[in-house]
């Protein structure tokens, strides 16, 4: 399996552009997360989906944020319109529910907006 | 809300010595999991713990789960280069699916 899948892996935006991260979780994963890395906030989940849906969105930090979740395989995090402070490492996860519970962390995308 | 911070924040030693980071949650947690994160990386399960006062161990880890389920450690005996990175721990509490991330503990190891 090639694991999570996170696209772009780098992106450098300026400020008022709209930005769409991807990602393609492991087949067979049903539940979904998006994570935001900073030095200053470290790792926050922002929302998960279980079975294509948002379950929990309240770690999305404003109304700027939005995600979508159309099929299994695919979810997207769009930014419109992205400020500086959105600068930063964002992890999509999969896992199958129950079990284990591992979650499998992408490459990440690092944003920058200038 | 529910906080988990790691303690410390940063640790550097000399290759062999241990290393010791600490997990604690504000609230009580129904299972909580480690994660590392090498330099420029992302984060990679180690292991899940679930029952209080459990033990487990991965070669020169050694992970415990708290009496009361709201700490945590992780321990690595005469650590080596490849151990480098940061150190996360997550807790889970019951009747949720989500994962709270800690703190972190970045280890730097010095040849």
């Known amino acids: 399996d090639a694991g999570v899948i996170q696209s772009p892996r780098h992106e450098v935006t300026e400020m008022g552009q709209e930005v769409t991260l991807r990602c393609k979780p492991i087949s067979g994963h049903n539940s979904l997360f998006w994570y935001r890395q900073t030095m200053m906030r470290g790792l926050e989940l922002l929302i998960y989906f279980n079975n294509n849906v948002p379950i929990d969105d309240s770690g999305m930090p404003e109304d700027r944020f939005s995600a979508k979740m159309p099929n299994a395989s695919f979810s997207t995090l769009k930014i419109q319109p992205s400020e500086p402070r959105d600068s930063a490492v964002y992890f999509c996860a999969s896992r199958v529910a129950g079990g284990e519970d591992t979650q499998y962390f992408g490459p990440g995308t690092r944003l920058t907006v200038l | ?111």
């Open chain 2, 1 to 111: 809300g529910q906080q988990v911070m790691q303690i410390p924040q940063y640790q550097h030693v000399q290759e062999g010595e241990d290393f010791t980071t600490y997990c604690n949650s504000s609230t009580t947690l129904s299972n909580i999991q480690w994660y590392k994160q090498r330099p420029g990386g992302h984060p990679v399960f180690l292991i899940q713990l679930v029952k209080s006062g459990e033990v487990k161990k991965q070669k020169r880890l050694t992970f415990q789960f708290g009496e009361a389920k709201k700490n945590s450690s992780l321990h690595i005996t005469a650590t080596q280069t490849t151990d480098v990175g940061t150190y996360f721990c997550a807790g889970r509490t019951s009747g949720t699916y989500k994962y709270i991330f800690g703190t972190g503990t970045r280890l730097k190891v010095l040849a």
